[in-house]
């Protein structure tokens, strides 16, 4: 979840069409960015954001353009909804990713690796004490009972995660919780769970969060791959690195020069 959210998100993200984004199989992607820049692109995913859970939480379907295999980052819960994404879409699935282990990023993940007979991969061991909780958690929040569930693989920094033909890169960004990882595509996205946001970054007041980790994760790890990047968080509008290092109060560039 971020710092210094509001309702306004829904609005922001439906004025940029970026709810329920679906681009078509071999037709260039048109990305409107929080900055309000639009770029036409050939690209070699197509992805569509499902929001999910009361928290409205970034789902996303992501699919290789050639072989329209498929995988599901974050199912958080809403399920009906992501299998009406896969159907529509007409993809097939062949794994989940988790950026880290909260409730709304997780909570789906077991039900829907079991109902498509797929891994999940992700996050870092260091979220395992968060699976654990799973039951506890859903409980707290009035979420569907969920038992608690260990992904088939961690993740490391440095690891590769594959699907298609297509691959992403595997960054290690504690800070939100420790053991939160980001998904990065030689497209120019990344799927950053809860480290930033557009105008905000994560929480880090929750168990076992570090606030210096959560900047030098962004610092360190984000900010190298790139302006362009475009990245989808958990909650809210995308964004690009580029916008938020030049006007994000939380962690732009103006407040450590």
């Known amino acids: 979840m971020p710092t210094g959210g509001g309702p306004a998100w829904r609005a922001l ?6 709810l329920e984004s679906s681009p078509e199989s071999g037709a260039p992607l048109v990305s409107i960015t929080a900055a309000g820049h639009s770029t036409t692109t050939a690209i070699a995913i197509g992805r569509r954001i499902v929001p ?34 896969i159907a529509q879409r007409g993809v097939t699935v062949e794994k989940i990713l988790l950026t880290h282990a909260h409730l709304d990023h997780a909570a ?8 498509l007979s797929v891994p999940i991969e992700g996050p870092h061991r260091a979220d395992e004490f968060w699976l654990d909780a799973i039951p506890q958690q859903s409980e707290m929040f009035g979420f569907p009972r969920t038992a608690a569930f260990k992904p088939d693989r961690w993740l490391v920094d440095g690891d590769r995660v594959y699907w298609g033909e297509q691959s992403m890169s595997v960054l290690h960004c504690p800070g939100h919780t420790p053991g939160h990882v980001v998904f990065h595509h030689a497209d120019g996205i990344a799927f950053v769970g809860d480290v930033l946001f557009h105008g905000s970054v994560g929480r880090s007041d929750l168990p076992r969060g570090n606030h210096a980790q ?7 790890k984000l900010w190298p791959l790139g302006d362009a990047v475009v990245f989808v968080p958990g909650h809210g509008p995308e964004s690009t690195f580029g916008h938020e290092r030049r006007t994000n109060p939380f962690v732009g560039d103006a407040l450590f020069d």
């Open 52 to 85: 999910v859970t009361p928290f409205q939480q970034n789902c996303s379907l992501v699919w290789c353009q050639r072989t329209q295999r498929a995988i599901v980052v974050d199912p958080g819960g809403d399920l009906e909804r992501v299998l009406a994404a």
């Open 214 to 220: 959560l900047i030098d994760s962004i610092r360190r």
């Open 108 to 115: 789906g993940a077991r039900r829907l690796a079991d109902q």
């Open 13 to 18: 993200c439906a004025r940029a069409g970026l």
